[in-house]
C-alpha cells in the first residue's frame, strides 16, 4: 500500500508560478515511474508529466517547455514547477505511481489561474 500526498496548489495570477509537490509513503520514487496528471471541469484526466525511475522525462505539448518535473530520492517526494501559467492549466492536478498491478493516486490539489 502506497499513500500519496500533495501539496502546494492554489490561486494564481496569469504568468505566475507554482510548484506542486507529492510525498510518497516509502520510497518508490525512484525505482517506479510517477506522474502528474490533472482534470479540468467537464474534461478526461490528462497526463500532464512523467519521470521514469532512470530518470527520462515526458511532458504533454501543452505545457512543454513550462513545467518540469524533478523528484528528490531522499525525501520520497516528486516536484512539478509549473511557470508562465495560463488560465487553461485550471484544474485539479494528481500525483500517480503505477506499482504492478495497483494505479496509486493522490488526492489531489487545486490550481486555479485566474486574473
Known amino acids: 500500500q502506497v499513500q500519496l500526498v500533495e501539496s502546494g496548489g492554489g490561486l494564481v495570477q496569469p504568468g505566475g508560478s507554482l510548484r506542486l509537490s507529492c510525498a510518497a509513503s516509502?520510497?518508490?520514487?525512484?525505482?517506479?515511474?510517477m506522474g502528474w496528471y490533472r482534470q479540468a471541469p467537464g474534461k478526461q484526466r490528462e497526463l500532464v508529466a512523467a519521470?521514469?525511475?532512470?530518470?527520462?522525462?515526458n511532458y504533454a505539448l501543452s505545457v512543454k517547455g513550462r513545467f518540469t518535473i524533478s523528484r528528490d530520492d531522499a525525501k520520497n517526494t516528486v516536484y512539478l514547477q509549473m511557470n508562465s501559467l495560463k488560465p487553461e492549466d485550471t484544474a485539479v492536478y494528481y500525483c500517480?505511481?503505477?506499482?504492478?498491478?495497483?494505479?496509486?493516486w493522490g488526492q489531489g490539489t487545486q490550481v486555479t489561474v485566474s486574473s
Open positions: 516509502r520510497n518508490i520514487v525512484s525505482t517506479h515511474t
Open positions: 500517480n505511481a503505477y506499482i504492478f498491478p495497483v494505479n496509486y
Open positions: 519521470v521514469a525511475s532512470g530518470g527520462s522525462t
